[in-house]
């Protein structure tokens, strides 16, 4: 990607090392992601719930109270990096939305270690990226990179960049209102894998968004390169829900999958991408 010297974004807080919320070790741990991937698969259960549910059981504080010297932490290339995407995300989104009922509020990304406390609840590295609605904050621990690239096979700038696009695209949904009705509609579900099948729907509508900011990064600010979409879509493919499943336990539980198959997920991120048009995103209505 050709994003050196582009314009940072200020909206992002780095906590790394400043204990995150203050009682790390609660909750799921850091044993990696990975883990908590398998049990949200296995039971059916999406992340963020499982954010609630750790804030209910260990009275976790509702947000980020730094500790340690006060020392920020080092300046890094990765954190330009991110710092340069989100920026990207906030220009295409602030456009996109310019003539729509609802304009586009620029969100937070918080960079943080081990763990950390948002309004979502307490959590762990091992949850991976999330967004938080509540507070309109995207919360990343970049070690997730590493794990996407030796893990899951999907290295590149590129596919750390749709990481990050993905999370925007969901603080997109929760502008529209979209997060809120699905989550009522979940609460109406007749059974888990209805409600389910609703989280599905988000994030493959994530991805797809994620794809139509990256349409504009290419034709508007000629960030992409030659590959650079491949290894996006090798990304998304490589964090299908069946494909996690096939490698973590051997077989699949359809049912149980709560973000979409590595077809689906590739197949929307693939339409945003060729449309930039998020209106095309209506995973929902197909």
Not at 35 to 55: D, E, K, M, S, Y
Not at 94 to 115: D, I
């Amino acid at each position: 990607m050709r994003w050196e010297g582009r314009r940072e974004s200020s909206n992002v807080e780095d906590v790394r090392g400043s204990g995150g919320g203050g009682r790390r070790g609660l909750g799921i741990g850091c044993g990696g992601m990975v883990l908590v991937i398998i049990f949200a698969l296995v039971t059916g259960r999406n992340p963020l719930q499982l954010l609630q549910t750790i804030q209910e059981t260990q009275g976790a504080p509702s947000a980020t109270v730094p500790s340690g010297d006060g020392t920020p932490p080092p300046e890094d290339q990765e954190g330009k990096f991110v710092r340069t995407v989100l920026a990207s995300t906030e220009d295409v989104w602030t456009k996109l939305l310019a003539n729509s009922r609802t304009p586009y509020e620029l969100p937070h990304l918080v960079r943080f270690s081990g763990s950390i406390a948002s309004q979502c609840g307490m959590a762990s590295a091992a949850v991976g990226p999330f967004y938080c609605p509540a507070d309109q904050k995207v919360y990343l621990d970049t070690e997730f990179f590493q794990e996407l690239a030796q893990r899951f096979g999907a290295p590149g700038e590129f596919a750390e960049a749709y990481v990050v696009a993905h999370e925007i695209g969901h603080h997109v949904q929760n502008l529209l209102g979209i997060d809120s009705q699905v989550r009522q509609a979940q609460e109406r579900a007749r059974d888990e894998a209805e409600a389910n099948e609703l989280s599905v729907r988000m994030e493959l509508q994530a991805d797809c968004l994620a794809g139509v900011w990256a349409y504009h990064a290419d034709h508007d600010d000629q960030m992409i390169e030659p590959g650079d979409f491949e290894s996006g879509l090798k990304a998304a493919q490589s964090i299908g829900d069946d494909e996690i499943q096939k490698q973590t336990q051997g077989y699949v539980v359809p049912e149980s999958f709560t973000h979409g198959t590595a077809a689906q997920r590739t197949e929307w991120l693939r339409r945003g991408l060729k449309s930039g048009d998020y209106n095309d995103c209506d995973t929902f209505g197909r």
